[in-house]
Structure formats: C-alpha cells, structure tokens
C-alpha cells in the first residue's frame, strides 16, 4: 500500500473513489482507464455515479491481490 497510498485495502482488494466536475470528466476519465487497463490485460470493476467513479481491482485469478493490481493502480493515479 505505500506503493498507492490513496488506494484502500480491505486484503483482497484495492479501492479508490474520484471525484471530477461533471459526469463527461468522469467519463473521460474511465476511457483514460479502460486504455490502460487494455494495454495491461488487467481490468478493474467500474462503479459510476454521475461525477463520481469507484475503481477496484483485485485479481479474480489469484483469489486476491497481485503486483498487477498496484501496478494498474499506480498508472491509473
């Protein structure tokens, strides 16, 4: 977790909440996320609500958290 210190664990899995002005921000930004989830073959869950976007990311796999997780996270910012 120091590697992502916005990022929260509850051990299984790394959550973040960002806030944007408006819904078309936010939209931008999940389009920002889904290129590098692609290019990372690594995919995390996407809760929207108007301004807001929730992304968590566990490895479904591994029944758990992985490098791949913090180092999706930390691109991700």
Same mark, same amino acid.
């Given at each position: 977790?120091?590697?992502?210190?916005?990022?929260?664990?509850?051990?299984?899995?790394?959550?973040?909440?960002?806030?944007?002005? %408006?819904?078309?921000?936010?939209?931008?930004?999940?389009?920002?996320?889904? @290129? *590098?989830? &692609?290019?990372?073959?690594?995919?995390?869950?996407?809760?929207?609500?108007? %301004?807001?976007?929730?992304?968590?990311?566990?490895?479904?796999?591994?029944? @758990? *958290?992985? &490098?791949?997780?913090?180092?999706?996270?930390?691109?991700?910012?």
């Amino acid at each position: 977790m120091e590697t992502v210190p916005d990022w929260e664990s509850n051990g299984r899995e790394i959550t973040r909440t960002y806030k944007f002005k %408006n819904f078309a921000e936010a939209m931008a930004f999940v389009n920002k996320v889904a @290129g *590098l989830s &692609e290019a990372a073959d690594h995919h995390p869950d996407i809760n929207i609500r108007y %301004n807001k976007v929730r992304l968590t990311l566990c490895t479904h796999s591994a029944g @758990g *958290l992985t &490098e791949k997780d913090f180092s999706l996270a930390k691109q991700i910012g």
